[in-house]
């Protein structure tokens, strides 16, 4: 099993995902167009077997109808994006496990907040979880929104409950590349967070649109304003000392949406 990330370099900055199987066969995650999906298929000499969608928002599902039309495989989807996400063949639910190869497999997780038809995808080899597709649920240094049907409530128990729970070394594979954007946004509240000022030189270094740079959960934990509720610097530049983390989520929240 191999992971191919590639920056679309699309207007809204969005990822595009291939998961090369051993059989020779792969799977598209949020295809930005047939046209990098096809080529993406070319170079590596595979069959595409079926399209997961986390959402069902237009730049994540804009690849569909060419690419079920070319090649004649499945949808994978949330439940919700039924009537929304085109050619949705197969219903995915929380804790489902995907073979991928001997040994590795997807687990669902369902992940409301940027929408209410979002999943996320972990990774786990021998037992492991190594990597996680995040969508727009989570971002590198940064979460969704909740614009255009999400819900703040359920995005904050998403986060802390799904991902400030995750291993350190798993690996975050975003929707988009928002990572300088994020790390400036978390200067803008913790000005001395030096693991975000050196983060932001690689960002502004990072010129790769093949091996983007990427963030583990580790990282997030000190670059991530959203890992960092009961952080003290960011508290007292939000005036909310003593508040609840679920306040300072959204304090973050609303905060960033004006940013």
């Known amino acids: 099993m191999k992971i191919h990330q590639v920056y679309t370099q699309s ?3 969005n990822f595009t995902y291939l998961i090369e199987l051993n059989d020779g066969s792969a799977i598209a995650i949020d295809p930005w ?3 990098i999906t096809n080529q993406l298929l070319v170079d590596n000499s595979l069959s595409l077997k079926a399209i997961i969608n986390t959402h069902e928002h237009w730049d994540h599902i804009q690849g569909n109808e060419a690419l079920v039309a070319q090649h004649s495989c499945e949808v994978w989807a949330h439940a919700n994006g039924q009537d929304k996400i085109p050619g949705l063949s197969r219903v995915l639910t929380a804790g489902e496990l995907i073979t991928l190869d001997s040994g590795v497999e997807l687990k669902v997780l369902d992940t409301p907040g940027h929408t209410l038809a979002h999943l996320c995808f972990l990774v786990i080899e021998q037992g492991v979880p190594q990597a996680v597709f995040t969508g727009d649920t ?10 255009g049907g999400g819900d703040i409530d359920l995005l904050y128990q998403t ?3 799904q991902f400030h729970s995750l291993d350190d070394a798993v690996v975050i594979y ?3 590349r928002y990572l300088e954007n994020n790390l400036r946004f ?3 509240l913790e000005p001395e967070n030096q693991d975000a000022k050196d983060w932001l030189v690689r960002a502004l270094e990072d ?4 091996n983007p740079l990427t963030t583990c959960i580790g990282d997030e934990r000190k670059l991530n304003t959203f890992f960092r509720l009961n952080s003290k610097a960011l508290r007292s530049t939000l005036n909310l000392p003593s508040d609840s983390e679920k306040s300072v989520f959204n304090a973050l929240r609303a905060r960033r949406d004006n940013w």
């Open 138 to 147: 989570l971002f590198n240094a940064g979460v969704g929104h909740c614009r």
């Open 33 to 35: 167009d047939d046209v």
């Open 11 to 13: 207007v809204l900055d």
């Open 186 to 188: 978390t200067l803008s």
């Open 159 to 161: 986060i802390v409950e």
């Open 174 to 176: 975003p929707g988009h």
């Open 207 to 210: 010129n790769d649109p093949v």
